[in-house]
Structure formats: C-alpha cells, structure tokens
C-alpha cells in the first residue's frame, strides 16, 4: 500500500466561526509511504516547499511560531529580482501559492503514474483531472490541514486525495484511562519513540509515519 503523511504549517487556526480564508499556508511538505518497501528517512521520497504570498495576515502566535520561514522569506527580498532571487527560491524551495497545485502534482506522478510518453517530463500535460488518488495520512488532517488544502488554487485538477484518512491518534487511544485521543507526541511516546514535536512540516511527516509504522507489525483479527 502507498499512502502519503501530510502537514502544513500556517499564519493562523480557524476563529469560532471556522473561517480560514484569511489565513495562508506558509509550508507545505509530504512523505510518500510504500508499506511492501521501508525506506529510511535519507531514502523515502519527500516534498519541502516555502510558501510565498504577496501579504501575509493571521494570528500572533502563529506567526511568532513559524518565524523561521519568516526570515527566510524576508531574507529573499534582499536578493535582486532574476537569477540571484531564482538561485534563492531554489535554494529554499520556495515557490508561489498559484504553482503548488503543479508541483506536488510532478512530485507525486512518477511514484503513483508510469509517464506514457515524453510530453509529462516537458511539462506539456494539463489536466483537467488528476489520473490518480492518494490516501492522505496526518495527526488531525481531516480537521485542519485538508482545509487549507483546499483553498489551494487548482488543486483538485491536480491531486485527489481520498476522503478516507489514516490518522495515527487513534491507534495508540488507551481505551481505559485517556478522555481523548492522544497527540503526536504522547502517540510518539507510547510508541517508544523519544523525541519531541518539532512543528517542522517534514520531520512531523516522518514522526508521524514512525509512529503508523509501529501498527504494521501487529496482526489484526481479521488479518489471515
């Protein structure tokens, strides 16, 4: 099975009414999982992307969280427009909310899709629908990322994600004692994996499949 752990780092959480679309992603990173074939963290295949938006708005705290891609971004605007600033946003893998949908989309198609013909590697296909689905996995995906996600522009004609997701808190729930399902880094620990949430989209990624990795072991009554 292939299944792919999201995460998103934003300017902000949704207010009581739940509006978001004030609010903007600022990184957006991903590990594709292939359960028939374990790779190691410098081996399995992952997306790193900087968002860039012409004004950013949201939340304090938030903002003071993610003040790493911040500098990061400010620190673009020192760099003259053209080969220098391009040099940059390469080097940080920083690219423009509008060119997202594409580029996870070239990312995710050589390891869902067989090219048919030279035209995918031009950069010569649109489509209007993406030819393949993926099953998204995270901690709170469903209530917080796939939100975001899908004010991203274009992104369905691109991706389609499934709306079934593997969410690891509810496989370390202690049925007896807790009065909620865990979090990642209670879930990390009832794993045996010591190591504290970092709020960096990739290593979340991978904290995250550590942790559904320690279900693959464990044979399911209804498994034969």
């Known amino acids: 099975m292939k299944f792919v752990t ?16 004030d609010l903007q992603i600022l990184e957006f990173r991903a590990i594709i999982e292939d359960t028939n074939n374990l790779l190691a963290y410098n081996d399995i295949p992952k997306y790193n992307r900087i968002i860039r938006h012409e004004q950013y708005t949201g939340g304090a705290f938030a903002i003071n969280l993610n003040a790493r891609i911040f500098k990061i971004l400010a620190d673009r605007e020192t760099y003259k427009r053209g080969q220098e600033r391009d040099d940059y946003d390469k ?19 050589p390891h869902f899709c067989k090219p048919e013909n030279d035209e995918f590697t031009k950069g010569l296909i649109d489509f209007k629908q993406a030819p393949f689905v993926i099953t998204p996995a995270g901690k709170n995906f ?7 996600i899908k004010l991203i522009p274009k992104w369905d004609q691109y991706v389609n994600l499934r709306h079934r997701t593997i969410d690891p808190t509810s496989m370390y ?25 970092s709020h960096c989209a990739v290593e979340d990624c991978w904290d995250t499949l550590q942790v559904i990795r320690g279900e693959y072991s464990v044979k399911k009554h209804w498994m034969k």
């Open 142 to 148: 469903d209530a917080f990322d796939r939100n975001f």
């Open 173 to 197: 729930i202690d049925w007896q004692n807790d009065d909620a399902p865990p979090g990642l880094g209670e879930c990390l620990n009832r794993a045996g994996i010591i190591k504290a949430v």
């Open 6 to 21: 999201l995460d998103t780092e934003t300017t902000g959480v949704p207010g009581k009414d739940g509006n978001i679309e």
């Open 91 to 109: 080097h940080h893998g920083i690219i423009g909310i509008s060119d997202l949908a594409n580029d996870f989309f070239q990312f995710l198609y």
